[in-house]
């Protein structure tokens, strides 16, 4: 099986040998048959068994493995309990009697203890390969770095090479086979423990004050892919979402395009810049080429470009906007963004004013 | 023999009447040293604290059984869960056991009662006292704003979120204090325990000739008197930090907010297996009762349980795969959680062996243990998932891990705690618990049981974190999320009918005979219940099973016990 024998490549991955195909076929099925995953899109379900990244696939091959071993453990012990409780249960007409009394052997619990060991020995092994195999795969030359930044409750995204900042929503180039380019995450916390978790594409790792740490990730398949803080952080964590697009490099390649701009300057919602810039949104909020420098907030500097506000809580929409900065408690109770007590006349203003920022 | 009483005036002897009563009955029982007493005390507090918790479970379900519902706010149900975390773990999972330990253990190795009768005492109103200090933050918790509020930082409250910076107000307070005092609490049962199964065994009781019980509880104590320290020293930690300007885990000052994680889990690992040796203990005495056969592998079982216990105190990190250890460590946890499954397979397989060629009877309390032997195996092998580390990097954290710890928790120690009840509760108040409430109680529990948490495993693998208290309709969730909510109300009916089994039994249970089960350990040879100095003539032994002997003078144990 390659998943004893196999040695793990970034890229790319040859197709599993037979008995692994039919297992991911079974289990994939199963998974879906008993959960109402067919009742929706596909690719809105952060499903581990459907992988979409090396690290991800290495994890699903060697859950199938131990769902192999553990699963014919299941059948055997569960089986000869079920037969020790039907053989051997009391019967009415039965004459009463003890039972031969037995009160051990040293062979047969030698057999019960090696027998374990020796498959103790074969799951270990197989997980240490993969352990190190997906955690110390060297960085190569061509990989993209983002840092990711947890927040209470909302992610930042930094691009150091490429000088972006954006937030919940992380684009990465597709990692094909000609042209390999993983995404290296650096994580780190500003606040309290966060934990970034899409299962499609890999397994989760915190992020914890104090302690930066790093996963790595190489989609082979363009789309957009769910998920969300997996470690408790407070009252909103339930709402800290997670956006992962995997790009096409032309896709890619005009986001950063975009982001790399300088934010629009539109004189016909100057109005709105006006308030932003004066009214105690720029304490939070930063907005490339204005006096709005904050970065306790989400960067807006290209809020348009963004699907959804508030980590995922709602779609960017200017309606939307317009009850986020009126009263945020409607979407995200408990979010640290303020009631920002503007006229109704201002808000407006000031929505106009965002969706200019593409 | 052990009918007669001896002539000590007992103020039940004296008649009063009303308020004088019972004030009388009241004051008896506050003042009591008697392990009897404080074991019944420490069953009925820890089996409120049961119906509370499990409320509150019923409330996370509701608001979990659709999509964007509105039943609590997200504070509500932060405080939710952290409660009932901490409420199962340390006002009933801890409690019972010990409780169930303070009342048997002294009868079992034929002692009038524990070592030390004060401390029993004094041990079990510190866990009271720890109790309702925590749910008193209900009123107290928020302090000056006005309002109360629990705790809601989860029952592992992983720094900094428990900062000031982050959780002001009172109700973390609550959290560790509760938590140092139920812990002192702990500690003394626990140096009780040790210092009566060590001491008090009566003649002829050796080490190896005591009930597993009492063997799994003298172990469960050793390792209580390990894992407490840690917890303790890490709440002195964050009450420095939160009121003494310390810095342990505060990262803006160079604290490392990981060593909580770490100290937590020391704590908390072993902490698992405080809860789930003692209820080992608990299969391995009904299991060979209700077989009619002894317990296959008495030495193999006692020395799986020892290695458990050094095992245990090795595998703290494999809750934190994800927290950025070095690959190295990683392997080395993994392994020590697989080996772990070594002793514990063990266990297992002597269970079996013990049913193996018996005569199994399916009263109630052999309903519970069957059942908790096939979701045990179950709960063993999730296990093993989770320890296969790199599949922990998706599993942790998800609803397939509250699948797992609730199979080990409900399905293997609250289907223990039912058997126990069922099996103890003649000998303890002298009357039979009604045998077809409990199999309606056994049958009802045992499908809301896998209603709940089969498909918990399911919606883990399908990306569903904990701790959220709502979720997007549109992650394909909706339906398994119905199902686990409906299979929790079926369980909370069947604790519903055990309740009332409970109460119902108190005045219309059938008498019970002094040993209803034809059973052989020393508990059984007292009366129902038994009397303030349990045994009017110290008790000899000759054999693991001393009512076999005298039940079968032809053919005792003594003569083949290897």
């Not at chain 2, 409250?157 to 702990?186: C, E």
């Not at chain 2, 009780?192 to 003649?203: E, Y």
């Not at chain 2, 309903?367 to 999730?382: D, E, K, P, S």
């Not at chain 2, 089969?454 to 709502?470: E, K, Q």
């Amino acid at each position: 099986m390659t998943i004893l024998f196999g040695k793990i490549r970034i890229m790319p991955r040859r197709p599993g040998l037979l008995s692994i195909r039919l297992w991911t076929l079974l289990a994939t099925g199963f998974f879906l048959a008993v959960s109402p995953a067919w009742a929706v899109r596909p690719d809105q379900i952060p499903n581990m068994f459907v992988p979409a990244s090396t690290p991800a696939h290495e994890v699903y091959y060697l859950a199938l493995f131990a769902l192999t071993i553990t699963g014919a453990i299941f059948v055997v012990v569960e089986s000869l309990l079920i037969y020790a409780v039907v053989k051997y249960r009391a019967r009415k007409n039965d004459p009463e009697h003890e039972p031969a009394q037995v009160y051990g052997s040293a062979q047969v619990e030698l057999a019960w203890t090696v027998i374990p060991v020796i498959i103790v020995i074969v799951l270990f092994l197989t997980t240490a390969r993969i352990i190190f195999a997906i955690q110390d795969a060297p960085e190569p030359h061509a990989a993209l770095n983002v840092t990711v930044v947890g927040h209470q409750f909302w992610w930042e995204f930094r691009y150091p090479k490429l000088g972006i900042v954006t937030a919940n929503e992380l684009h990465i180039p597709i990692s094909s086979q000609q042209h390999p380019e993983p995404t290296y995450l650096k994580l780190l916390s500003a606040d309290v423990d966060h934990s970034f978790w899409v299962p499609q594409l890999g397994g989760k790792t915190d992020l914890i004050p104090n302690h930066p740490n790093e996963m790595w990730m190489d989609p082979e398949t363009a789309g957009l892919y769910y998920g969300q803080c997996a470690q408790f952080c407070g009252v909103e964590h339930a709402k800290m979402l997670l956006r992962v697009y995997v790009d096409t490099p032309r896709q890619f390649a005009a986001w950063v395009r975009n982001q790399e701009q300088p934010a629009v300057d539109d004189p016909s919602v100057a109005a709105g810049r006006h308030i932003f810039e004066t009214e105690a949104c720029a304490n939070c909020h930063t907005i490339t080429g204005t006096t709005a420098h904050g970065t306790y907030g989400p960067d807006l500097t290209h809020l348009m470009s963004r699907a959804t506000i508030a980590a995922g809580a709602a779609a960017n929409t200017p309606e939307n906007l317009r009850v986020w900065i009126k009263n945020p408690d409607v979407f995200k109770p408990g979010a640290h963004m303020p009631a920002m007590q503007l006229s109704d006349e201002q808000i407006n203003q000031v929505v106009a004013y965002l969706t200019t920022l593409h | 023999m052990a009918d007669q009483t001896l002539p000590i005036p007992s103020s039940t002897q004296i008649p009063r009447a009303g308020t004088a009563a019972f004030m009388e009955w009241l004051h008896g029982w506050v003042v009591t040293v008697d392990h009897k007493k404080l074991g019944i005390l420490y069953v009925v507090y820890s089996l409120f604290f049961l119906v509370v918790a499990g409320t509150e479970a019923l409330c996370i379900r509701i608001q979990l059984i659709i999509p964007n519902n509105h039943f609590v706010t997200p504070e509500v149900y932060n405080e939710l869960f952290t409660m009932h975390g901490t409420t199962m773990v340390f006002l009933v999972g801890m409690p019972i056991l010990f409780g169930f330990a303070t009342y048997l253990a002294p009868l079992m190795v034929g002692a009038r009662d524990m070592a030390f009768p004060r401390l029993n005492a004094l041990s079990f109103w510190l866990t009271a006292f720890g109790g309702i200090l925590l749910y008193f933050s209900f009123i107290g918790g928020f302090g000056l704003y006005g309002m109360g509020s629990a705790p809601d930082v989860g029952w592992f409250a992983y720094a900094p979120l428990t900062a000031k910076a982050f959780t002001p107000g009172h109700n973390t307070d609550y959290w560790a204090l509760s938590l140092i005092v139920m812990g002192f609490g702990t500690l003394g049962a626990a140096i009780n325990i040790i210092a009566t199964t060590l001491s008090m065994r009566c003649k002829g009781m050796t080490l190896f000739r005591m009930p597993l019980f009492v063997w799994l509880m003298l172990v469960t104590s050793i390792l209580t008197l390990v894992t407490i320290t840690p917890l303790t020293a890490a709440q002195v930690m964050l009450l420095i930090d939160r009121y003494l300007g310390g810095h342990f885990f505060d990262a803006t000052a160079g604290g490392a907010p990981i060593i909580w994680i770490h100290f937590f889990w020391i704590f908390g690992h072993p902490e698992v297996y405080v809860l789930v040796l003692p209820v080992f203990g608990i299969a391995s005495e009904i299991i060979p009762v209700f077989s009619r056969k002894a317990i296959f592998g008495y030495s193999a079982m006692v020395a799986a349980t020892v290695a458990i216990m050094f095992i245990s105190l090795s595998v703290w990190a494999h809750h934190m795969f994800t927290v950025g250890m070095t690959s190295v460590s990683n392997a080395f946890f993994a392994l020590a959680t697989m080996v772990i499954a070594v002793p514990t397979g063990i266990k297992i397989f002597n269970w079996l062996a013990t049913m193996w060629g018996g005569r199994i009877c399916f009263d109630t309390p052999m309903l519970f243990a069957v059942a908790f032997v096939f979701q045990f195996v179950i709960a063993g092998l999730t296990g093993i998932m989770l320890a296969v580390a790199p599949w922990d990097w998706q599993l942790h954290n998800s609803y397939f891990v509250i699948a797992h710890f609730h199979y080990v928790l409900v399905g293997a120690i609250v289907f223990n705690i039912f058997a126990a009840i069922y099996y103890w509760h003649p000998k303890v108040t002298g009357r039979m618990l009604d045998e077809t409430l409990g199999k309606w109680h056994f049958w009802l529990f045992l499908i809301g049981f896998h209603i709940t948490f089969d498909p918990m495993h399911v919606v883990g693998i399908l990306g569903m974190p904990r701790s959220i208290y709502t979720y997007e309709a549109n992650r394909g969730w909706n339906s398994l999320n119905m199902v686990i909510s409906i299979g929790a109300f079926i369980q909370g009916i069947a604790v519903l009918i055990f309740v009332w089994n409970l109460i119902r039994s108190h005045k219309h249970g059938k008498i019970a005979s002094n040993d209803p089960w034809d059973a052989w350990t020393l508990e059984w040879a007292t009366p129902s219940p038994p009397p303030a100095y349990n045994f009017a003539v110290d008790p000899v032994v000759r054999s693991r099973r001393p009512l076999w002997d005298i039940k079968h003078p032809n053919d005792p144990d003594w003569k083949y016990e290897q």
